[in-house]
């Protein structure tokens, strides 16, 4: 079956960096698109990033557009986001995501706190 799991979240300051990972099995991870979200308390899932499946093609939250950056590697069935200069605002859960036979699927998610 699908699965979604995501590491590297954990407690950083203003400023800092952190890098997530994604780690996908039980499909076929290099044919498939890849996208980050995230979900800060009393709000709803918000879009952060998304990659292609041969990682020519990239798109990025407003919010994030020079500050994150979204990779992926197919040979190790991983996806990543590099989070540099990151603000209190970007406290959350983060969670990676796949399409496939017309379903989204979800990580367990990963928190980030920004805080001094």
């Known amino acids: 079956q699908v699965q979604l799991v995501e590491s590297g979240g954990g407690l950083v300051q203003p400023g800092g960096s952190l890098r997530l990972s994604c780690a996908a099995s039980?499909?076929?991870?290099?044919?498939?698109?890849m996208a980050w979200y995230r979900q800060a308390p009393g709000k709803g899932r918000e879009f952060v990033a998304a990659i292609g499946s041969d990682a020519g093609n990239t798109d990025y939250a407003d919010s994030v557009k020079g500050r994150f950056t979204i990779s992926r590697d197919n040979a190790k069935n991983t996806g990543y986001l590099q989070m540099n200069g990151l603000k209190l605002e970007d406290t959350a859960v983060y969670y990676c995501?796949?399409?496939?036979?017309?379903?989204?699927?979800w990580g367990q998610g990963t928190q980030v706190t920004v805080s001094s």
């Open positions: 995501s796949t399409f496939l036979s017309r379903q989204r699927y």
């Open positions: 039980g499909f076929i991870f290099s044919i498939y698109e």
